[in-house]
């Protein structure tokens, strides 16, 4: 089963760009059905209440049927106090799979990974480049997991993502994504010491998941370690103790798809 970590959805209200403007799936959706991409891992544009955000989100995800999971997103600041709240309603009553931070609108506090650890959730936390706090998140909390999208950087900076090759390999709670990773040499390191905790991921809606999925598979990896990368290190994280699925069922589950709509929504 491919799973894509790493995709936005709903309508944020910043009317800045497309990150905090509207987040379709309906072009998201045929593209990856397309190409073969079975699950999605989802999560609010930027937004100026993210408890709206999520519940907008949350009305997606079951929308679904079982196509999409949903990560809360939270602000480190705006929400001081009140992440505990957010995540325990995204988890207990939208059975959210994660929590969503970004840089860009606060550094990650400890709040935010306490209460990761408490309804033991990965935190996917895009750190814009700084990738020496990852280092500290890490030892600070072994028993939490970490996404750091991007390999580190977006904006490709090479010492970024040099770095997060360092933090794979000395941390196994830290994991990336591949969503956007235009330094293949590097990304294809990454894959090749550290397979197990590589996660397939777009960025859609707004980068083409096929483009993406290209990527991945050009990577040439042996087949276990390409399953890793396209859905089974996702499922690890994602999937809940309770709901955890054998390996048999992992393989052959495919689960009902999303229409896709003849236009916008």
């Excluded at 929400?79 to 309603?89: I, K, N, Q, S, T």
Aim: aromatic share 6%; glycine share 10%; hydrophobic share 40%.
């Amino acid at each position: 089963m491919i799973i894509d970590c790493h995709c936005h959805a709903g309508i944020g209200d910043g009317l800045t760009g497309p990150w905090d403007t509207e987040a379709h799936l309906g072009s998201y959706v045929a593209r990856a059905d397309r190409a073969g991409i079975e699950r999605t891992v989802v999560f609010p544009a930027f937004h100026s209440d993210y408890a709206i955000a999520n519940r907008a989100v949350a009305r997606i995800v079951a929308a679904s049927r079982g196509r999409l999971y949903g990560f809360a997103f939270v602000h480190p600041m705006r929400d001081a106090g009140r992440v505990h709240d957010l995540v325990r309603e995204a988890v207990e009553e939208h059975d959210f799979r994660g929590i969503k931070v970004h840089r860009h609108d606060a550094r990650i506090t400890r709040e935010i990974c306490d209460t990761a650890r408490r309804f033991g959730v990965p935190v996917l936390y895009d750190v814009m480049g700084e990738v020496d706090t990852v280092e500290l998140l890490a030892g600070e909390y072994p028993d939490v997991q970490f996404i750091i999208p991007h390999l580190g950087s977006f904006a490709d900076e090479w010492g970024a993502q040099v770095g997060m090759l360092g933090m794979l390999m000395r941390h196994r709670n830290v994991h990336t994504d591949t969503s956007a990773v235009r330094r293949f040499d590097i990304l294809a390191e990454a894959a090749r010491r550290c397979p197990r905790q590589v996660l397939f991921g777009s960025d859609g809606p707004w980068l083409h998941p096929g483009v993406e999925l290209a990527k991945v598979k050009l990577l040439e990896l042996l087949p276990a370690d390409r399953r890793d990368v396209l859905g089974a290190n996702a499922l690890r994280l994602i999937e809940p103790s309770r709901k955890r699925l054998s390996a048999n069922d992992a393989g052959r589950i495919a689960g009902p798809r999303l229409p896709a709509p003849a236009g916008r929504r």
